[in-house]
């Protein structure tokens, strides 16, 4: 399809990679000393990484390219039923918190357990692997299901963890996952890595997708694997 998307003029990169944490896609790197678009199917071409470029090397040119995923290879391009201007997603600007650090504009009942997430997004095509919050951090990788099954998740997985959350059955583009899994390892160098999938069968493409990253990736972690039923008990926990 025609939509917009970056182009980096490679005579006049330098390499310092300050564009690299403002792509909230986490779509471009730094590779052989020049910042590269590593994946056409991660740009929103939002060119967020415009006004962060010293030397001007960045510009959004509208040619053929792959559709921007957002989620499950959902196209919101240009052209698409976009959630922002220009195609990008404001929803997908990388924001670190302190999940007790605000009051809620409505009271939780104090039955109703805390939230604990620290940060948004958490969708692994949606995060920015090289974003602040996760570096030297423990990683939670979740299952989209489990959250939804088992009824104490935010206060036994989420705490003290940032979270990424995938469908291994459903979602396009798991080499993408894989790249940004690495890089959470080998950039962000994550502490502990723990994996919470459900008992079906093809939820454990999740947890073999994260060894193969650390296997890749030559950095050891030490990795969780946790196994819920679907009946929302916890089945299984141990490292691997």
């Not at 069968?201 to 819920?228: D, F, H, N, T, Y």
Request: aromatic fraction near 4%; include cysteine; glycine fraction near 12%.
């Amino acid at each position: 399809m025609i939509r917009e998307i970056v182009k980096i003029n490679e005579d006049l990169c330098n390499g310092c990679g300050i564009c690299i944490p403002n792509c909230h896609e986490g779509a471009l790197q730094v590779i052989d000393g020049k910042a590269r678009l590593i994946s056409e199917l991660m740009c929103d071409g939002l060119g967020a990484c415009l006004g962060h470029c010293p030397e001007g090397a960045i510009e959004i040119e509208k040619r053929e390219t792959e559709e921007y995923a957002i989620h499950n290879g959902t196209s919101q391009a240009a052209g698409g039923s976009s959630c922002g201007s220009g195609g990008g997603c404001p929803g997908s600007a990388p924001v670190g918190f302190d999940p007790h650090s605000f009051r809620m504009a409505t009271p939780v009942p104090a039955m109703a357990g805390q939230s604990e997430l620290q940060q948004w997004p958490v969708q692994m095509h949606l995060i920015n692997p090289d974003a602040a919050y996760f570096k030297g951090t423990d990683l939670l990788v979740a299952a989209d299901c489990a959250a939804f099954s088992y009824g104490n998740f935010h206060q036994e997985f989420i705490k003290g963890r940032k979270l990424v959350i995938a469908c291994p059955k459903l979602d396009h583009g798991k080499e993408i996952y894989l790249e940004k899994l690495i890089r959470l390892i080998t950039g962000a160098r994550v502490n502990t890595i723990t994996v919470v999938i459900m008992e079906v069968p093809c939820c454990g493409g999740l947890s073999q997708l994260v060894q193969m990253a650390v296997s890749q990736a030559g950095r050891k972690v030490p990795v969780k694997e946790v196994v819920i039923g679907i009946r929302g008990d916890l089945l299984a926990e141990e490292w691997v």
